[in-house]
């Protein structure tokens, strides 16, 4: 299994930004696919964004469309999530995830490897 880090979770004002990073190591970073996905307190992990090795293909979820950017760099085994516009809604701890195939809208299931998570906070 490949190995997740994520790091650049913090509290930040509604409308302001952060960037979050997920740096992985064990395996070859490009041959997994990448996603990012959220919980919040008492609400089920839901979907975010995911890409796929090259960054050819990138999917969002609707409520994050506009507002995030997933984006990645293999030769650091990196993959990032910028995002902007932050609203209280957006606030929850961010997993990133890596699978061996590309799925356009995946679920939790979909995963074999997870950080441990990054908490996000937004003050309204």
């Known amino acids: 299994q490949v190995q997740l880090v994520e790091s650049g979770g913090g509290l930040v004002q509604a409308g302001g930004s952060l960037r979050l990073s997920c740096t992985a190591s064990?395996?070859?970073?490009?041959?997994?696919?990448m996603s990012w996905f959220r919980q919040a307190p008492g609400k089920e992990r839901e979907f975010v964004a995911t890409i796929n090795w090259n960054g050819g293909r990138i999917y969002y979820a609707d409520s994050v469309k506009g507002r995030f950017t997933i984006s990645r760099d293999n030769a650091k085994n990196t993959v990032y999530l910028q995002m902007n516009s932050l609203k209280p809604g957006d606030a929850a701890v961010y997993y990133c995830a890596a699978s061996r195939f590309f799925i356009a809208t995946p679920t939790p299931a979909d995963f074999e490897s997870w950080g441990q998570g990054t908490q996000v906070t937004v003050s309204s």
């Open positions: 064990g395996r070859t970073f490009s041959d997994y696919a």
